[in-house]
């Protein structure tokens, strides 16, 4: 399967986090002949539910769970990255701005506070 879209999402694995939803959401892209890649980076309480889901889901092939990341090696996974996700339901992540240095695309939830830098476009 060729990969066309590189989906990236890098925090601790906890409900708050809501990979859930992310990785819930790869079947919908695949329906619409998006063939995506979508790295997951961090551990966490919510590891074994996360790769259950993408067990259950059949999308081994669309998913990888990378562990920690060490911060040396997160450029690298920017750079080949086209979307970073990150839906958590916090006020600051500082992945969506280090990301943003990278010209990276992001998607982020409603519930992120908004700053200058979110709003630039």
């Not at 890098?10 to 919908?28: A, E, F, L, Q, T």
């Not at 961090?42 to 790769?51: A, H, S």
């Not at 067990?55 to 996974?77: A, C, H, Q, T």
């Amino acid at each position: 399967v060729k990969t066309n879209l590189n989906l990236l999402a890098v925090s601790r694995h906890d409900p708050n986090k809501r990979i859930d939803v992310i990785i819930k959401s790869i079947p919908y892209l695949l329906k619409n002949n998006i063939n995506p890649l979508l790295t997951i980076g961090g551990v966490g309480e919510d590891t074994p539910y996360l790769k259950s889901i993408v067990k259950k889901l059949k999308i081994k092939k669309y998913v990888e769970f990378k562990g920690y990341i060490n911060e040396s090696l997160m450029k690298n996974y920017y750079k080949n990255s086209d979307i970073l996700i990150s839906i958590d339901w916090g006020d600051f992540r500082l992945t969506t701005y280090e990301a943003l240095l990278y010209k990276l695309r992001v998607i982020v939830s409603d519930d992120t506070s908004h700053s200058q830098i979110l709003n630039s476009g």
